[in-house]
Protein backbone atom coordinates (compact mmCIF):
# COMPACT_ATOMS: atom_id res chain seq x y z
CA UNK A 1 0.00 0.00 0.00
CA UNK A 2 1.28 3.75 -1.37
CA UNK A 3 2.06 5.33 2.41
CA UNK A 4 -0.17 8.20 1.84
CA UNK A 5 -3.19 6.83 0.64
CA UNK A 6 -6.34 7.15 2.70
CA UNK A 7 -6.64 3.94 3.73
CA UNK A 8 -3.12 4.46 5.28
CA UNK A 9 -4.35 7.22 7.23
CA UNK A 10 -6.71 5.81 8.85
CA UNK A 11 -4.58 3.00 10.10
CA UNK A 12 -2.12 5.60 11.16
CA UNK A 13 -4.44 7.13 13.22
CA UNK A 14 -5.78 4.03 14.72
CA UNK A 15 -2.12 3.17 15.99
CA UNK A 16 -1.85 6.61 17.19
CA UNK A 17 -5.01 6.52 19.19
CA UNK A 18 -4.00 3.17 20.59
CA UNK A 19 -0.77 4.25 21.97
CA UNK A 20 -2.07 7.16 23.50
CA UNK A 21 -4.37 5.19 25.68
CA UNK A 22 -2.64 4.72 28.87
CA UNK A 23 -1.65 1.78 30.69
CA UNK A 24 -1.86 1.16 34.32
CA UNK A 25 0.49 -1.10 35.90
CA UNK A 26 -1.49 -4.01 37.79
CA UNK A 27 -0.27 -2.98 40.68
CA UNK A 28 -0.01 0.62 41.62
CA UNK A 29 2.31 1.71 44.37
CA UNK A 30 0.88 4.80 46.52
CA UNK A 31 3.91 6.95 48.83
CA UNK A 32 1.78 8.88 51.01
CA UNK A 33 4.01 12.43 52.65
CA UNK A 34 2.59 13.29 55.78
CA UNK A 35 3.96 15.77 58.05
CA UNK A 36 3.44 14.25 61.59
CA UNK A 37 2.62 10.47 62.26
CA UNK A 38 -0.24 11.28 63.56
CA UNK A 39 -1.76 13.10 61.12
CA UNK A 40 -5.46 12.63 60.89
CA UNK A 41 -5.81 12.05 57.28
CA UNK A 42 -3.61 9.02 57.48
CA UNK A 43 -6.04 6.54 58.58
CA UNK A 44 -8.58 8.15 56.42
CA UNK A 45 -5.98 7.61 53.35
CA UNK A 46 -6.43 3.95 53.93
CA UNK A 47 -9.26 3.24 54.10
CA UNK A 48 -9.89 5.48 50.64
CA UNK A 49 -7.19 2.55 49.07
CA UNK A 50 -9.26 -0.35 50.85
CA UNK A 51 -12.08 1.12 49.10
CA UNK A 52 -10.67 0.93 45.95
CA UNK A 53 -9.13 -2.46 46.31
CA UNK A 54 -12.59 -4.04 47.00
CA UNK A 55 -13.98 -2.17 44.35
CA UNK A 56 -11.61 -3.53 41.48
CA UNK A 57 -12.00 -6.28 42.75
CA UNK A 58 -15.66 -6.65 42.92
CA UNK A 59 -15.47 -5.33 38.94
CA UNK A 60 -12.68 -8.38 38.66
CA UNK A 61 -9.87 -6.35 37.09
CA UNK A 62 -6.55 -7.21 37.42
CA UNK A 63 -5.60 -4.35 39.28
CA UNK A 64 -4.87 -2.94 42.53
CA UNK A 65 -3.41 -0.36 44.66
CA UNK A 66 -0.59 -1.53 47.23
CA UNK A 67 -0.24 -0.83 50.32
CA UNK A 68 0.54 2.99 51.09
CA UNK A 69 4.23 3.80 52.03
CA UNK A 70 4.31 6.18 54.52
CA UNK A 71 7.10 9.27 54.92
CA UNK A 72 6.58 11.45 57.81
CA UNK A 73 7.84 14.54 57.69
CA UNK A 74 9.73 14.01 54.09
CA UNK A 75 12.95 16.59 53.41
CA UNK A 76 11.34 16.86 49.88
CA UNK A 77 8.07 17.76 50.89
CA UNK A 78 8.38 21.83 51.39
CA UNK A 79 9.70 21.32 47.51
CA UNK A 80 6.48 19.26 46.99
CA UNK A 81 4.14 21.78 48.19
CA UNK A 82 5.57 24.85 46.69
CA UNK A 83 4.27 22.91 43.16
CA UNK A 84 1.62 22.00 44.87
CA UNK A 85 0.59 25.48 45.66
CA UNK A 86 1.87 26.37 41.94
CA UNK A 87 -0.45 23.89 40.45
CA UNK A 88 -3.27 24.68 42.35
CA UNK A 89 -3.00 28.23 41.55
CA UNK A 90 -3.08 27.35 37.77
CA UNK A 91 -5.72 26.31 35.90
CA UNK A 92 -6.47 22.68 37.79
CA UNK A 93 -9.13 21.74 35.79
CA UNK A 94 -6.72 21.38 32.70
CA UNK A 95 -5.26 17.95 31.87
CA UNK A 96 -1.63 18.08 31.88
CA UNK A 97 -0.24 17.63 27.96
CA UNK A 98 2.72 18.53 25.95
CA UNK A 99 3.69 21.91 27.29
CA UNK A 100 2.74 21.52 31.14
CA UNK A 101 6.53 22.04 32.40
CA UNK A 102 7.97 19.26 34.20
CA UNK A 103 7.42 18.59 37.91
CA UNK A 104 10.46 18.69 40.69
CA UNK A 105 13.05 15.88 40.67
CA UNK A 106 11.88 15.63 44.14
CA UNK A 107 8.49 14.36 42.92
CA UNK A 108 9.74 12.27 40.09
CA UNK A 109 12.45 10.69 42.08
CA UNK A 110 9.71 9.40 45.10
CA UNK A 111 9.18 5.64 43.93
CA UNK A 112 5.66 5.47 43.61
CA UNK A 113 3.15 5.53 40.91
CA UNK A 114 1.08 7.52 42.82
CA UNK A 115 2.53 10.42 45.32
CA UNK A 116 -0.32 11.56 48.31
CA UNK A 117 0.91 14.82 49.36
CA UNK A 118 -1.48 15.26 52.65
CA UNK A 119 -0.60 18.86 52.59
CA UNK A 120 -0.07 21.41 55.17
CA UNK A 121 -1.53 24.15 53.15
CA UNK A 122 -5.26 24.70 52.49
CA UNK A 123 -5.51 24.62 48.93
CA UNK A 124 -7.53 22.85 46.60
CA UNK A 125 -7.38 19.07 46.80
CA UNK A 126 -6.46 17.36 43.56
CA UNK A 127 -5.43 14.89 41.19
CA UNK A 128 -2.36 16.05 38.85
CA UNK A 129 -0.92 13.72 35.75
CA UNK A 130 2.39 13.82 36.10
CA UNK A 131 3.20 15.10 32.08
CA UNK A 132 5.15 12.40 29.75
CA UNK A 133 4.91 9.48 31.78
CA UNK A 134 3.58 5.58 31.19
CA UNK A 135 2.46 4.02 32.89
CA UNK A 136 0.72 6.96 33.98
CA UNK A 137 2.13 8.42 37.43
CA UNK A 138 0.15 10.75 39.31
CA UNK A 139 0.40 13.67 42.14
CA UNK A 140 -2.43 13.78 44.34
CA UNK A 141 -2.58 16.79 46.72
CA UNK A 142 -4.88 16.61 49.80
CA UNK A 143 -5.81 19.91 51.89
CA UNK A 144 -5.58 20.61 55.18
CA UNK A 145 -8.69 21.53 55.87
CA UNK A 146 -9.59 24.09 58.30
CA UNK A 147 -13.05 25.28 59.89
CA UNK A 148 -16.17 23.48 60.72
CA UNK A 149 -14.94 19.77 58.60
CA UNK A 150 -11.51 19.66 60.72
CA UNK A 151 -10.75 16.37 61.92
CA UNK A 152 -13.40 14.73 60.11
CA UNK A 153 -12.75 11.78 59.14
CA UNK A 154 -15.47 10.98 56.85
CA UNK A 155 -14.22 14.01 54.92
CA UNK A 156 -11.19 13.16 54.86
CA UNK A 157 -11.07 9.63 53.04
CA UNK A 158 -14.27 10.67 50.90
CA UNK A 159 -11.44 13.32 49.51
CA UNK A 160 -8.72 10.29 49.08
CA UNK A 161 -11.13 8.03 47.47
CA UNK A 162 -12.39 11.06 45.24
CA UNK A 163 -8.67 11.98 44.34
CA UNK A 164 -7.82 7.81 43.99
CA UNK A 165 -10.88 7.64 41.49
CA UNK A 166 -9.12 10.19 39.33
CA UNK A 167 -5.34 8.28 39.27
CA UNK A 168 -7.25 5.11 38.21
CA UNK A 169 -9.04 7.29 35.33
CA UNK A 170 -12.20 8.16 36.24
CA UNK A 171 -13.93 11.62 35.53
CA UNK A 172 -16.34 14.09 37.08
CA UNK A 173 -19.68 12.82 36.37
CA UNK A 174 -23.08 15.22 36.74
CA UNK A 175 -24.65 12.86 39.59
CA UNK A 176 -24.27 15.18 42.35
CA UNK A 177 -24.18 12.64 45.37
CA UNK A 178 -21.66 10.03 43.75
CA UNK A 179 -18.10 9.96 44.99
CA UNK A 180 -16.76 11.19 41.60
CA UNK A 181 -19.59 13.78 41.84
CA UNK A 182 -18.96 17.63 40.34
CA UNK A 183 -19.86 19.29 41.17
CA UNK A 184 -21.52 17.92 44.53
CA UNK A 185 -24.02 18.05 47.22
CA UNK A 186 -22.25 16.89 49.92
CA UNK A 187 -24.75 17.69 52.26
CA UNK A 188 -27.12 15.64 51.32
CA UNK A 189 -25.11 12.83 49.68
CA UNK A 190 -25.75 9.50 51.84
CA UNK A 191 -22.97 6.81 51.89
CA UNK A 192 -24.17 3.25 50.67
CA UNK A 193 -23.03 -0.09 52.05
CA UNK A 194 -19.21 -0.30 51.15
CA UNK A 195 -19.04 3.48 53.54
CA UNK A 196 -18.31 5.42 50.74
CA UNK A 197 -20.36 7.44 48.47
CA UNK A 198 -21.63 5.35 45.58
CA UNK A 199 -19.91 4.74 42.18
CA UNK A 200 -22.22 5.13 39.00
CA UNK A 201 -22.34 2.10 36.41
CA UNK A 202 -20.49 4.56 34.33
CA UNK A 203 -17.64 4.60 36.56
CA UNK A 204 -17.57 0.81 36.57
CA UNK A 205 -17.72 0.94 33.20
CA UNK A 206 -15.00 2.87 32.66
CA UNK A 207 -12.83 1.03 35.50
CA UNK A 208 -13.20 -2.26 33.10
CA UNK A 209 -12.19 -0.51 29.90
CA UNK A 210 -9.25 0.85 31.68
CA UNK A 211 -7.87 -1.55 33.86
CA UNK A 212 -9.93 -5.07 32.55
CA UNK A 213 -8.04 -4.25 29.39
CA UNK A 214 -4.32 -5.35 30.65
CA UNK A 215 -5.84 -8.60 31.95
CA UNK A 216 -6.83 -9.81 28.84
CA UNK A 217 -3.62 -8.53 27.10
CA UNK A 218 -1.07 -10.50 29.09
ZN1 LIG B 1 -12.42 15.72 41.21
Request: charged share 20%; hydrophobic share 45%.
Amino acid sequence: MRLGSPRAIVLTAVLILWAALPVWAADTSIVVLAPTATDDRLEPSRQAVAFWNDRLDELGVDAELTEPVVVVDSPVARELENYARQVATRAVGLPGGAFEPAPPAALTDLDGDIIVLLSRQDIMSFTWPMPRVSPPRYFVVVRAVRGPYRNDAMVSRHVVAHELGHALGLDHNAEPHTLMCGPCQPLTAVPDATGFLPLTDGDRARLRGLHGRQASSR
